[in-house]
């Protein structure tokens, strides 16, 4: 599987993003797709993620009621809409898929394939 993600940028707090992720190869209907976030000096943290039927959602508490995780069949992609940005928000934003299965959603050991990453910055 190879993710392409993209969106990133600069933003005034309180604005809006939307990031996606395009996904290729693989076996994509039996994957569950996550979106990840590394601040700088911290260790990457959990976002969102959505199955691949778009079924199944999960998003982290920091992020519940700001941020929406869709997916577009037509394109194979997954969009993290971002709303109300915080400069916590702040950092680089990774997409990732793994096998749809017993592993957590929520630990980025659980993901085996990974986008580039997109940087987000949000000022004050």
């Known amino acids: 599987v190879q993710l392409q993600a993209s969106g990133g940028g600069l933003v005034h707090s309180g604005g809006s993003l939307r990031l996606s992720c395009v996904a290729s190869?693989?076996?994509?209907?039996?994957?569950?797709m996550g979106w990840f976030r590394q601040a700088p000096g911290k260790e990457r943290e959990f976002v969102s993620a959505?199955?691949?039927?778009?079924?199944?959602?999960f998003a982290a508490d920091a992020v519940k009621g700001r941020f929406a995780i869709s997916k577009h069949n037509a394109n194979n992609t997954i969009h993290l809409q971002m709303n109300s940005l915080k400069p916590e928000d702040t950092a680089v934003y990774y997409c990732?898929?793994?096998?749809?299965?017993?592993?957590?959603?929520?630990?980025?050991?659980?993901?085996?394939?990974w986008g580039q990453g997109t940087e987000v910055t949000v000022s004050s």
């Open positions: 959505i199955s691949w039927d778009g079924g199944i959602k």
């Open positions: 990732a898929a793994k096998p749809r299965g017993s592993t957590v959603v929520k630990m980025p050991q659980s993901y085996e394939f």
């Open positions: 190869g693989g076996t994509l209907s039996r994957q569950m």
